[in-house]
């Protein structure tokens, strides 16, 4: 597989880095609310290093960042504000570049135990109705459960655009590639694909791809393994994305919304040996997550070229 798109980097970890106001808990909703022209910098500078595709700023126009006050008075409208400058900067291109509406943990990342349904589609249909007149593809990020990838299917069921499921893994190694609430990927994608079990089947009849994100590079392989070979089980072909992140491992039960997860230094060349193991076991598309920068998606454009 010759083919290969690029999604950008992290958008959070990209304000912070050009100096736009970043602070917990308001993360990169601090940017929308307080300079905005941040947030169509840090769209552009990761279409100059070669980005096909940008996301949306929207990762925390949630209660758990924005909390439910100002979720209530202005989640709706940061969203949809987030969604309009990215499609401002997509049209303003020199190359095409998509944008993909973001669809983030309703109730925190990498915190399943704090998953509950009914809010969860409260939250994500507000999201999904803020952005969808500006975006060309839906991205669902940082699912960490089977249970979360049912509540994003019910909101994504009659949408027309392609759609793409971002599972985020355990940061452990593992001869068995699992989620953060420790279901295997495995038993996620068979829950997504099996037409048998009509009761445990999600039945996303609309999904165009199985993406990772938000883990440690390490650990995209084994899912990558695991992806594929229940992909030819099923005689689905999808696409297929990583986007990995350069913090250190989270450990569970770690509070997102209370300290800024800690780092590592992960070099453009560093990452780009992760990105062409993974091209190479089947991934189609691949960008990065948090503290992932447009050096590094530079790096896979350069790369790309030679392909």
């Known amino acids: 597989m010759n ?3 690029l ?3 992290g958008i959070g970890r990209e304000l912070k880095r050009i100096g736009a106001p970043f602070s ?3 993360w990169s909703a601090q940017a929308l609310l307080e300079a905005p022209h941040y947030v169509t910098q840090a769209h552009e500078n990761f279409i100059q290093a070669g980005a096909e595709i940008i996301t949306v700023n929207s990762y925390a126009c949630v209660p758990f960042h924005l909390g439910e006050s100002r979720y209530r008075q202005q989640g709706a409208e940061l969203a949809q504000q987030a969604a309009i400058i990215a499609r ?8 095409p570049v998509q944008v993909a509406g973001s669809l983030p943990p309703p109730l925190g990342s990498y915190r399943p135990d704090l998953f509950e349904q009914q809010q969860a589609l409260d939250i994500l249909t507000t999201l999904f109705t803020a952005q969808d007149e500006y975006v060309d593809l839906w991205l669902a990020e940082t699912i960490a459960s089977i249970e979360e990838a049912h509540a994003v299917a019910d909101v994504l069921k009659d949408s027309t655009k392609p759609c793409y499921y971002a599972f985020t893994l355990s940061d452990e190694l593992a001869e068995t590639a699992r989620l953060r609430s420790g279901e295997s990927v495995s038993a996620a994608l068979d829950a997504i694909l099996s037409q048998t079990d009509q009761t445990k089947a999600l039945q996303i009849k609309n999904a165009d791809g199985i993406f990772f994100n938000c883990s440690v590079p390490e650990v ?3 899912a990558i393994r695991d992806t594929t070979r229940l992909l030819e089980k099923y005689e689905r072909p999808l696409n297929i994305g990583a986007y990995a992140n350069s913090f250190i491992p989270i450990s569970q039960g770690h509070e997102a919304n209370l300290t800024t997860q800690g780092s590592r230094h992960l070099s453009p060349e560093e990452y ?3 990105a062409k ?3 190479q076991l089947g991934t189609n598309i691949i960008g990065g997550c948090c ?5 590094h998606i530079q790096a896979l454009a350069e790369w790309k070229l030679t392909l």
């Open 220 to 222: 995209m392989e084994q």
């Open 272 to 274: 780009l040996g992760f």
């Open 24 to 26: 917990q808990p308001l």
């Open 88 to 95: 401002d900067a997509a049209n303003k291109a020199p190359h």
């Open 3 to 5: 083919n290969v798109t």
């Open 277 to 279: 193991k993974w091209h």
């Open 7 to 9: 999604l950008d980097g």
């Open 291 to 295: 503290g992932i920068e447009p050096s």
